[in-house]
């Protein structure tokens, strides 16, 4: 299957446009003193909406993106574009790493080069991989869906044609956090025989199985069940509504510049390890970046539709069901869910299981280091 050089060309008249509609936005109210409390706070998205007005550079954003080697290539007719930075080591072992939402390519921007080329980032070369980093279909650069029910499950069995017919790899290992995380641990699952292992940054898919004969739970482990109900009931409303009318939540943040980097950005300062300082830890430049991508590739819509599209193939591991693959997961405390070892260990065969002192849910973003070395660790006796 042929594979053709891409670089990311944003139309200017896109992005005139996009600047027309933010000098147009009609603001909400919001109450006084409420900050946060109701979701993204009004002064704050002001602000940023301001500073993508007067003094975000996209092309300067695009150039650095194009530093990277972008390819697209037909898989099983669907069009995917996706990074490959080939290793620089003896023996570079192929990785595919798959973001996930509210995220583009651009959360693995600063992974991809130490894990390409350790050496040149404190490690050793014998742990270089050739990354191949794709955007999720229907995210960003990617071509969209071509019919309904393209969910994780059909993302992984991409994935490993992409791998391994256009790409050539006969056995390939994978990396993944939030959606990623679900593609990553359905590669684990349906396609073992290719896979040398899956590390994970979240284990909140598959359900385990927790029928006749499993064991009871422990006491972290229940205290991790009371965590997700409370997770859901307080802050998954977002989830709620992708996974039941995707299509009319898109007409507004298709519409409005404003309105899509309210949705987004919220989730950035909610999910990260930022204590409510979303600069802490993302720039303007970085948040920015990434609703651009969804703004001008126009595909918030079909992002979100994966979430409608998972929902009804839920994933539930039956009592012989467990991910045979080797899995290696790393847990950072300001995560969506935090689960303790022994839940994990009732879906996956867990080898390698690191409790990170900070950080959240972007990893990629927030401890790129932290993270790159657990990947490191994990793979090397896999090698």
């Known amino acids: 299957m042929s594979i053709s050089p891409f670089q990311i060309d944003i139309d200017k008249a896109i992005l005139e446009d996009l600047r027309s509609r933010l000098l147009a936005?009609?603001?909400?109210?919001?109450?006084?003193?409420?900050?946060?409390?109701?979701?993204?706070?009004?002064?704050?998205?002001?602000?940023?909406?301001?500073?993508?007005?007067?003094?975000?550079?996209?092309?300067?954003?695009?150039?650095?993106?194009?530093?990277?080697?972008?390819?697209?290539?037909?898989?099983e007719g669907h069009d995917v574009h996706f990074i490959k930075e080939d290793g620089k080591g003896p023996k570079p072992?192929?990785?595919?790493?798959?973001?996930?939402?509210?995220?583009?390519?651009?959360?693995?921007?600063?992974?991809?080069?130490?894990?390409?080329?350790?050496?040149?980032?404190?490690?050793?070369?014998?742990?270089?991989?050739?990354?191949?980093?794709?955007?999720?279909?229907?995210?960003?650069?990617?071509?969209?869906?071509?019919k309904a029910g393209m969910d994780v499950e059909g993302v992984a069995a991409l994935w490993t044609?992409?791998?391994?017919?256009?790409?050539?790899?006969?056995?390939?290992?994978?990396?993944?956090?939030?959606?990623?995380?679900?593609v990553t641990s359905q590669l684990g699952r349906n396609h073992a025989d290719r896979?040398?292992?899956?590390?994970?940054?979240?284990?909140?898919?598959?359900?385990?199985?927790l029928g006749e004969g499993s064991r009871p739970l422990t006491l972290a482990e229940k205290a991790h069940v009371a965590q997700r109900q409370d997770w859901q009931d307080n802050e998954g409303g977002y989830a709620h509504v992708h996974g039941?009318?995707?299509?009319?939540?898109?007409?507004?943040?298709?519409?409005?510049?404003?309105?899509?980097?309210?949705?987004i950005v919220e989730k950035y300062r909610t999910w990260s390890d930022c204590a409510g300082d979303v600069e802490k830890r993302f720039s303007k430049n970085e948040l920015l970046t990434n609703i651009t991508i969804y703004w001008a590739t126009q595909t918030i819509n079909t992002s979100v539709r994966m979430y409608y599209e998972n929902r009804r193939n839920n994933w539930v591991v039956?009592?012989?069901?467990?991910?045979?693959?080797?899995?290696?997961?790393?847990?950072?405390?300001?995560?969506?869910?935090?689960?303790?070892?022994?839940?994990?260990e009732r879906s996956y065969d867990i080898r390698s299981w690191t409790e990170m002192p900070q950080?959240?849910?972007?990893?990629?973003?927030?401890?790129?280091?932290?993270?790159?070395?657990?990947?490191?660790?994990?793979?090397?006796p896999l090698r």
């Not at 192929?94 to 992974?111: A, C, D, R």
């Not at 044609?161 to 679900?182: Q, V, W």
């Not at 896979?195 to 199985?209: A, E, K, Q």
């Not at 467990?322 to 303790?340: E, M």
């Open 359 to 380: 950080g959240g849910h972007f990893a990629a973003m927030e401890e790129p280091e932290l993270l790159v070395e657990d990947i490191r660790s994990f793979f090397r």
């Open 195 to 209: 896979l040398i292992g899956i590390h994970l940054t979240s284990v909140t898919r598959p359900d385990p199985y």
């Open 161 to 182: 044609t992409l791998m391994t017919d256009n790409l050539g790899y006969p056995k390939f290992a994978s990396h993944g956090g939030d959606i990623g995380a679900g």
């Open 318 to 344: 039956g009592p012989n069901d467990k991910v045979q693959t080797p899995t290696g997961v790393a847990i950072f405390p300001f995560d969506l869910a935090t689960p303790p070892r022994e839940w994990a």
């Open 93 to 146: 072992m192929p990785l595919v790493i798959t973001h996930g939402w509210p995220s583009t390519i651009l959360e693995m921007y600063k992974i991809i080069p130490m894990l390409a080329d350790p050496a040149s980032y404190g490690g050793s070369e014998n742990d270089s991989f050739d990354v191949i980093a794709p955007s999720l279909p229907g995210y960003g650069f990617s071509g969209k869906p071509l």
């Open 244 to 263: 039941t009318k995707p299509q009319t939540l898109s007409y507004g943040l298709n519409d409005s510049p404003a309105g899509l980097a309210a949705w």
């Open 25 to 75: 936005t009609r603001w909400p109210d919001q109450l006084d003193g409420s900050d946060w409390i109701y979701g993204t706070n009004v002064d704050y998205l002001k602000e940023l909406v301001s500073y993508w007005i007067n003094e975000f550079d996209w092309f300067a954003q695009q150039e650095m993106l194009n530093n990277f080697q972008h390819f697209t290539t037909i898989v």
